[in-house]
């Protein structure tokens, strides 16, 4: 389903992990490639395409995953990008059930300033998030192994981020199951 007012949210009733990132890095295309559900994101090549909050109940109905509006895609209108921040910032906040955010981050771009501005906000919200290379595939291993260490680098003084950062590529399948396996370990039952 897609929401697109805070007043249709699904009822917080199971863990949820939201998938957050600039528009076009990748959200849509890493949460079919951890689902296999090709198609269930909608994974466009235009970006800015995903503006609601979409909801997929996953699991056997223990985990719900949410791909959240991609910010800062400079194409869209400016009252459009501040009611995606608006929307996005308020249901960060007010989610209890919310386990994690994965923040992703194009691996040909590393982290820009409008990623450094969305963990202010997960810091200051107190929303545990986990930063996620993605696109690995379109630069050399030991490029992906460099962006790895400095990413970590500069996020190790945030207090809400997970020291660890993950490399995927979806186009691979780089780190997919990896990134599974994380999921499923923060389910309460799975410990
Ligand atoms: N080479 C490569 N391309 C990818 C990968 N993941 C996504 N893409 C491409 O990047 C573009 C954007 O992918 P989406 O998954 O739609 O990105 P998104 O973050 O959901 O985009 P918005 O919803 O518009 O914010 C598409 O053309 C994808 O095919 C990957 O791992 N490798
Ligand atoms: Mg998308």
């Known amino acids: 389903m897609g929401a697109v007012a805070l007043d249709h949210l699904p009822e917080p009733d199971r863990l949820e992990v939201a998938f957050a ?5 990748g959200k849509s295309s890493l949460i ?3 689902t296999n559900q090709k198609g269930l994101a909608r994974a466009s090549g235009e970006p ?3 503006r609601e909050l979409n909801f997929f109940n996953v699991e056997g109905g223990d985990l719900r995953i949410v791909d959240l509006p991609g910010y800062g895609y400079a194409k869209a209108p400016k009252p459009v990008v501040e009611k995606w921040t608006r929307l996005t ?5 007010g989610r209890v059930n919310l386990k994690r955010v ?7 771009h ?5 990623d450094l501005k969305i963990m202010d906000v997960f810091d200051e919200a107190a929303v545990s998030y986990q930063v996620v290379l993605t696109k690995t595939d379109k630069i050399k291993p030991p490029a992906v192994k460099r962006l790895i260490g400095e990413t970590g680098e500069k996020i ?3 207090p809400a981020a997970f020291p660890r950062v993950i490399a995927t590529s979806s186009a691979k399948q780089d780190g997919v199951d990896q990134l599974r396996a994380e999921i499923v370990a923060l389910l309460p039952d799975m410990g």
């Open 156 to 158: 190790a003084r945030r």
């Open 48 to 50: 800015g395409r995903t």
């Open 89 to 93: 910032k308020a249901f960060l906040r």
């Open 110 to 114: 590393g982290l820009k300033d409008v």
């Open 21 to 25: 990132g600039r528009s076009n890095v």
């Open 32 to 34: 079919n490639a951890l």
């Open 102 to 108: 994965y923040l992703l981050i194009d691996s040909r």
